[in-house]
């Protein structure tokens, strides 16, 4: 059985499957470069003659391949010596990690002449696809000792640096300390004092960033994968809580938590009447589903969105996906006659850490909470 599990890995690959992830230069000649798709066992043989081979293996040591090969040790792929130039390599998933079977499901590829790397994962439930290029300057100074410098040389590509005093006083007025800001890895745009940079990983791994003005406008870096922020400090809880933005996950750490994480994007501004649609075209919601084998193995969420229209939507929309019989939601105090608090910064600075964490085991049953 487990080798017919198996067998559409050994499936010829078309073009049609990376051709979006594929530079224009490289997509109208690629069709005459593809070998097939082999399975593990099978990874070192050529579709080229002898020759050919050489100049490859000779390709495995150079400048290109060595960066692209930090690149994805970043990512979390670990390439083997047998992962040559000019082939396709089934390798583990650092996302999926191969699911229930262990599947070497991630298809990987160098071009022949190394500029660049591509790759997809095969399992349906998966499918994480993409691609880094040999070109960036600052990665040509050498390899790495150990991943701590590799993740330096990540942020340096992106333009980071720690953060300046103005950033810090940002923070300190939201009563978030340099302590959780260092362990979280908030950082800044070097080019800019007032851009703050929120580093999304994975498995100890920059995946990703988010950057936020002074001013609340907010954009993603390119290619930041969709993800959860802070998903690592849910790798192992059974118990989660779900905010809607990263200052409010470090918020909840300053009240004790740090099983928390913040959805990557906005809220909705109302709950959608429509039937939820299948993985694959929830597109909005594809961060939940990239992190699924994390979220599966909580048995009580804490939904702790903001209280406000967009927010409420956003808690309804994660406990239809999630399940609204492990979900629990935070009810904000009245801060006046007139109004409640928003969410979790604003009842940690108006109202302090154990305020906070008394709001948050307080959480009232999904079902209960209207």
């Not at 935070?330 to 906070?356: C, H, Q, T």
């Amino acid at each position: 059985m487990s080798v017919f599990r198996n067998q559409w890995l050994c499936f010829p690959l078309t073009q049609s499957l990376f051709s979006k992830l594929l530079p224009r230069t490289y997509a109208s000649v690629l069709s005459t470069r593809l070998c097939p798709v082999l399975c593990h066992s099978v990874a070192r043989s050529t579709c080229s003659s002898d020759g050919a081979r050489q100049v490859v293996d000779n390709m495995f040591d150079s400048p290109k391949v060595t960066i692209l090969k930090q690149k994805m040790e970043l990512l979390g792929i670990s390439l083997e010596n047998s992962c040559l130039p000019g082939q396709y390599h089934n390798l583990f998933c650092p996302k999926c990690k191969g699911g229930e079977l262990k599947e070497r499901s991630l298809s990987f590829h160098i071009i022949s002449d190394g500029e660049f790397a591509m790759w997809r994962c095969f399992r349906p439930k998966c499918g994480w696809a993409g691609q880094v290029f040999a070109d960036d300057k600052e990665l040509y100074s050498g390899v790495c000792a150990n991943a701590k410098s590799q993740v330096q040389i990540a942020e340096e590509s992106l333009g980071l640096k720690p953060l300046g005093p103005k950033v810090v006083a940002y923070f300190r007025e939201r009563l978030i300390s340099e302590k959780t800001l260092s362990r979280n890895a908030v950082r800044q745009l070097s080019d800019n004092k007032t851009v703050i940079a929120f580093t999304y990983k994975q498995n100890g791994f920059l995946v990703g960033c988010k950057y936020r003005t002074m001013e609340k406008r907010f954009w993603q870096g390119k290619g930041t994968d969709k993800i959860l922020y802070g998903i690592d400090d849910i790798s192992h809880a059974s118990e989660i809580i779900i905010v809607e933005g990263e200052i409010d996950k470090l918020s909840l750490e300053e009240a004790g938590f740090q099983n928390c994480v913040s959805v990557p994007v906005g809220a909705p501004r109302k709950v959608s009447s429509k039937v939820l649609p299948p993985i694959e075209k929830d597109t909005a919601y594809q961060y939940l589903w990239n992190c699924k084998e994390y979220l599966d193995k909580a048995v009580h969420i804490i939904l702790a969105t903001d209280n406000d229209p967009p927010g409420l939507a956003l808690a309804e929309e994660l406990a239809r996906r999630l399940g609204r019989e492990r979900c629990w939601r935070v009810i904000w105090p009245k801060k006046d006659e007139f109004s409640f608090f928003k969410d979790a910064n604003e009842v940690l600075k108006y109202m302090g850490a154990d305020a906070l964490k008394k709001l948050i085991e307080n959480a009232e049953p999904y079902a209960n909470a209207d």
